[in-house]
């Protein structure tokens, strides 16, 4: 495109002042609009998990009062009662069982906000209700999800997945059941909990933070199929029948949630609009939760700032135009009179002068053209012929080192010792070059195509080909996938000095045989591209195949009858050569091969031998060792370069066996001598003795090996010197300290006493747990039996002095069973199920049952726990309830009746959370105090004394501790502190 200077200039100034303003603008507009995108998205995603986890929660919560009403006397009690009489719901014992199960399960139904409370028996049938016509609850058959409830809340707490339940106001429900035991432990039927799912929608219709459309949504997968439960808030009408297929493209986030998986980003929802959206899966339910907004909606502030970044560019834009204009037209005006006056100068003419006489830049480059012009009409001559050879030597050097970079890669691979041919090419291994000039010569007189091709199918070697093949079959893709296909695959039947003949799936004969390097194929020898004198061609197929791979079909033919005819008899004596040839590449290419890795090997030891001895000489001066032989006949002593450093001696010092010895401390020497002409006659020698070396007196040892000839003569002697200065010292430590050892020894045994103390200890207390559970296996089987005689004397004989005893033998059969469970629980105290529980929850309840129970008395409860109020830790909510439980009703058992004070405290602290209960009742005597957590322990008429000592075995077990304080007519105190999170290797 031609373009005037001024113009130019003014495209240029232009581009100057506009790309960095339109550059950072959109940068700027992208962050925005990014950090707006990032900030809904992770709106979204908070949302999103914290109505999941309210969800989660909610179910927890579920399965945690399903675990309260297990353990409810009444339903151990009542529910035989109504099992038994089942098909007698008039009898005045059912009723009564029935009447004191629904004043427990209704308060319990209602604090809970559950839909019903079922309770069935083991045969499957509904004998308690609050939601079902008295008089057809024990015929109902219970519906699909109720079944499999009862089933798998035989076997322990189970949730169903979500049903349309017609019976009950037609809505969405689930079951949560548990199986019911009575009091000897046995099954007697399960409890079920029903729940409408109109309490999770009502976490959905709260939508705070999502603007004009944002919306959640809950769905739940049915086969292929995502059934959205909750009503829509653009199209509620949708609510119950609405359902999309998995895979289709709309409401793309609720199918991730509903298929497990958690994610947010942009998407399309249920309308088909483009929205922000997270998702997560709730697995307890098995549910999918979306939080969603219009992208619209999101991005609207974005769309303001990008609407106002163009009105500020295009302002730009005029007032830089209008600054360009002018400024370009006074450039231009020198500008052009110096280009018209290089064009005449490029047209040839040197002699042309362009100054124009100005003292500008531009007046100053028009005169450095014309020395320019001036100076090139005498270099023109010989510049063509300094290209040229410039060009040469480039293209040169490029060739080397191409080549220079393959033989290094060729070389490595075959030379090391430990590598392997079979990563190599066919192309690394034989010499291209000359095999090429050799059936060069051999094509020269038996004019047959022939080819040398590796097992990719890629031609190394190539000589006489037809014009078919190089013009038509290897020009063409298709074609020339066969020509490779048959290269590779057909031929790859011959064996180790035979060959294969095969016919091309272009239609022509070739013969292959192996080229077989140490054991390994990496290609064939072919001679090809011919047909039989005998054979007849089948002219409509290759016509054929010239009309569908759009071949000239005359041209095509003609190559075709150019194709060279043989006789079987002359293939066979051209494969016979070719056999030979294949063998000698095979041999001479592998014995290259093996000369050169031999090669290879020599200098591979050569340079570890080197090494070798570099190392020794390190292992010396690293462990302080030096070894010298010494020549008897001629009495030469000759050191390593450490035994040198050990003595103090200059390297290179002539040595004899006197020398040495006057380095020996004097009061060492005639020892060190007798030994060693001991070992001259025979005797071992290994000797410590002192050495002198620069004023310093050091310690070696010295070990020799002594050799003689077969007469006993002794020709030599070789040996080691190690310096154990170090380890002298060490020894004189270790004497130093051993009455500090000894003692720290006795300490350690003691400790060890005391921990065999300790297992002693656990084994009495796991032999207790075995009695315990014999016992109480012996011990309920005549309480119940005691308790059911009792039961029937009380409906035989109506009389008031009696039923006063029988209300005593009652209460005496409860209290023992209260005993026997006290008993058990504490043989049976193990790892809690742990999960994320608010302790104030826990706190509440415990402390809301202990006023139920003590609520005759006046007694004030004093609770502090508002710095706990969002806290959750990791533990196992039953057992904490039942320490909080035991704790709080020893407080309330040790106050007046008529008064008291409890006072309950909970705070965070660096190690966990703390909780403390404290009473102002009768105290603990000082020599009571250390043995309240052990077991059977009590200063109680009545009791076991195992509940702080279950206490302390759980908190234990939950990382904790439990502390007790107490004075006497004062009060007690104890505190319990508990990690937040568990120590899962605990």
Known sequence: MNMSIKLKLTVIFMAFALIPLALISTLTFRKYENSLKDGHISALRDIAFFKADKIETYCASLKANILIAQGFYNIKRNLPILNRLADKRDDPEFRAAWKILDSQLSVMQAALGLADIILVNPEGRIVYSRGVDDSSVFLNALPDPGQKSFVEGKNGIYITDIFFNKTHKNKFSILVSAPAVDLNDIFIGVIAFEMDMDRFYDLARDVPGLGKTGEILLGKKIGNEVLYLNPQRHDPGLSRNNRITIGQETGIPIQEAVQGRTGVGLSIDYRRQKVIAAWRYIPSLDLGIVTKIDAWEAFSDAENMRKLVLLILFVVLVLVYVTAFLSSKSIARPINKLIKGTQIVGGGNLDYKIANGEDDEIGQLSRAFDKMTTDLQKTTASRDELDKQINARKQLEEALRESEQRVRAKLKKILSPEGSIDHLQLGDIVDVTAIQMLLDDFNRFYHVPMAMIDLEGKVLVGVGWQEICTKFHRAHPKTCEHCIESDTQLSSNAGEGKFELYKCKNGLWDVATPIIIGGKKFGNLFMGQFFFNEEDLDYEFFKAQARLYGFNEKEYMTALGAVPRISREYMEQ??????????????????????????????????????????????????????????????????????????????????????????????????????????????????????????????VREKAYLEFDKKGVLLSGFGTTQDITSLKKAEEILKRDKESLEKLVDEKAQGLIDAQNEIDRAKRLSDIGTLAATVAHELRNPLADIGLSTYHIKKMIKDPRIEGDLSTIDKRISEADQIIKNVLSYSKVKIGRFQIVKINSILKECIDEGMGRFSGQNINVNAKIDLTKELTIDADPLQLKEVFSNILSNAFEALNKNSGIIDIESRVNDSGVSVSIKDNGEGIENEHLKKVFEPFFTTKTKGTGLGLAVCNLVIKLHGGTITVESDKGKGTKVTIGLPILRQKDA
């Open 574 to 699: 051209v494969m016979s050569f070719f056999l030979r040839v294949s063998h000698m590449l095979s041999q001479l290419s592998y014995s290259n091969i093996k000369l050169a890795r031999l090669l290879t090997e020599r200098d591979i030891l050569t340079n570890s031998l080197r090494e070798s001895q570099e190392d020794l000489k390190r292992a010396q001066t690293v462990g302080n060792i030096g070894n010298w032989r010494l020549n008897i006949q001629g009495n030469e002593l000759v050191w390593s370069e450490e035994n040198y450093r050990i003595f103090g001696v200059p390297k290179g010092t002539s040595l004899t066996y006197e020398i040495f010895l006057s380095i020996v401390h004097p009061e060492d020497r005639n020892h060190l001598d007798k030994k060693w002409k001991a070992a001259m006659a025979g005797e071992k020698y290994d000797i410590e003795h002192r050495i002198i070396v620069d004023g310093k007196v050091k310690w």
